[in-house]
């Protein structure tokens, strides 16, 4: 068999391996699928998993139910619904909470514990920890096998700390552990503004970012991109769904936009 001939079968194959891998990383497991579709998740939640794809993004980032999870600020607890029942048995998890110095910290942290208190029985156990203004400790040392943070960027860019909190997570997490982030996409024709005052950031502002705390970029998902979210909006991103910050001014036309253009971005702690 001629070289070239041999070179190209063996090209062809692996690139099918490759792409066996991508499909295998990408396919959530049954564990998480009965997860997400668990009848004791909150309804409410459960109303924004078409747009927020749940499953699917967890799968992109190659979570496993014996892992090493810290989940940066839950919020009201949409991933943390899932994340906990998911590694009760045979996994850790650490949330990361506001600190609860400020009037608004101490607002978020309240509302997520009452919530989840509610549900204990369900989520198992919760670790908590702090990622705030001088609080970077989220997880003992290279303990971790996957950080995740959900639409929080904005924020610590807000407070000013954004290369501290990715410089926690690469502490937190294990050589080889993984980072991943979803954000408001921002706009590629406008500069970043460093305080991302309308809640969108730009993807390769984030990729800087985070290479600049020593990250690798593994690769990039658009399971949660929106090309009806134009970006310019009355409030920023919190004039569209959930927030609709404008009330019943152009509801519909905001609901018909729904939710943020969002990226997903996974990186590697070498």
């Not at 203004?133 to 807000?158: E, K, Q």
């Amino acid at each position: 068999m001629h070289d070239s001939k041999l070179r190209s079968i063996r090209f062809a194959a692996a690139i099918l391996a490759l792409g066996a891998c991508a499909a295998a990383a990408a396919a959530p497991d049954s564990a998480l699928n009965a997860v997400v579709a668990d009848p004791a998740r909150s309804a409410n939640f459960v109303a924004r998993d078409p747009v927020r794809h749940p499953a699917e993004e967890l799968g992109f980032f190659g979570i496993k139910p014996d892992m090493a999870v810290v989940e940066l600020w839950p919020g009201g607890g949409y991933w943390t619904e899932i994340l906990g029942p998911y590694l009760a048995k045979s996994g850790t998890y650490y949330v990361a909470l506001e600190s609860t110095g400020t009037e608004e910290g101490s607002k978020s942290v309240s509302h997520w514990r009452s919530r989840m208190t509610a549900e204990k029985d369900r989520l198992g156990t919760i670790h908590e920890t702090t990622l705030d203004a001088g609080h970077y400790d989220i997880a003992p040392p290279g303990s971790a096998d996957l950080v995740l943070t959900f639409r929080n960027l904005h924020n610590w860019m807000d407070g000013g700390y954004a290369d501290q909190a990715f410089a926690a997570c690469f502490t937190a997490l294990k050589s080889g552990g993984i980072l991943g982030i979803e954000e408001h996409r921002g706009r590629t024709d406008k500069p970043q503004d460093p305080k991302a005052a309308d809640g969108y950031v730009r993807e390769d502002y984030t990729i800087a970012l985070a290479k600049k705390a020593g990250f690798v970029l593994v690769a990039k998902s658009q399971i949660n991109a929106n090309p009806k979210d134009t970006k310019n909006w009355p409030d920023g991103v919190w004039t569209l769904p959930p927030t609709l910050s404008q009330g019943d001014k152009d509801r519909a036309k905001y609901v018909g936009i729904g939710e943020a253009d969002n990226f997903v971005l996974k990186f590697r702690k070498p």
